[in-house]
């Protein structure tokens, strides 16, 4: 195995095991390494290849991404602050498990906040805004229509969502968002692959994008607003069912 490269040091392609596919993601740039490493695990969680309650053995990070077991540290308590991994007594650090609780008081701040990013939007949108949106929608259609895998949506729905916050010109709304990003883009994949959803969720967004578009702002909060707790609805219904096959 080769060298493990220092936290702050930048990852050449002679730093990484051949054949790792976390390795290869690592971009061979001179970039600060723990930031690259960090996004990469991020992600990892995210679109849901770290799956909720899944360990994270340092050794095989190590091995896998080939860094020291310093940076892989770091990351992790980077992670764990950002509330995507818990650290569990005699047993280490796994991908954080949301508990109903806490889906609920996500899904409820992002319910009051998106509602009002909507409706700012509405009310502030200059034309190139409405263009970008309708463009963002149509790409998120598209994807759905063509099935693809739940990362794709989310990438497609995220772009949109961005239209949104810059035609609201309301930094505050999206600073606390994009402080939650991690956790709730978790939650978004999660529901993105129930049955159904996909199609649901396109539906519930055109109401948006289409209240936006008419300058129509309390029907863009109501929409945004609804579309949340539509998936928060979604999310709930997942958890029941796994706990209920759980206990069978």
Do not use: W
Request: hydrophobic share 45%; charged share 25%; with cysteine.
């Amino acid at each position: 195995m080769t060298a493990p490269v220092e936290p702050g040091g930048a990852l050449t392609t002679g730093d990484a095991p051949a054949g790792s596919d976390l390795a290869s993601q690592v971009e061979r740039v001179a970039a600060p390494l723990r930031e690259q490493v960090l996004d990469l695990l991020r992600r990892e969680i995210v679109e849901l290849r770290l799956r909720p309650g899944q360990r994270l053995v340092e050794r095989e990070l190590v091995e896998q991404i080939g860094v020291s077991r310093t940076t892989i540290r770091e990351v992790i308590r980077q992670l764990s602050a950002e509330g995507l991994v818990t650290t569990i007594p005699q047993k280490g650090a796994i991908v954080a498990v949301p508990s109903p609780k806490e889906a609920a008081e996500v899904y409820e701040v992002r319910a009051l906040l998106e509602g009002a990013a909507a409706k700012e939007c509405a009310q502030n949108a200059r034309d190139v805004h409405l263009q970008a949106l309708r463009n963002a929608f149509a790409a998120l259609e598209r994807s759905v229509a063509a099935g693809e895998e739940p990362r794709l949506m989310l990438d497609a729905k995220n772009r949109l969502y961005q239209v949104v916050f810059d035609g609201s010109d309301n930094p505050t709304i999206r600073g606390i968002l994009e402080s939650l990003q991690a956790r709730i883009a978790v939650l978004r994949a999660t529901t993105l692959a129930a049955p159904d959803r996909p199609e649901q969720s396109v539906r519930e967004i055109r109401a948006i994008v289409e209240a936006i578009e008419r300058r129509d702002p309390d029907a863009a909060a109501a929409a945004a607003s609804f579309h949340v707790r539509q998936a928060a609805s979604t999310l709930f219904l997942q958890l029941e069912s796994t706990a209920e096959g759980s206990d069978g």
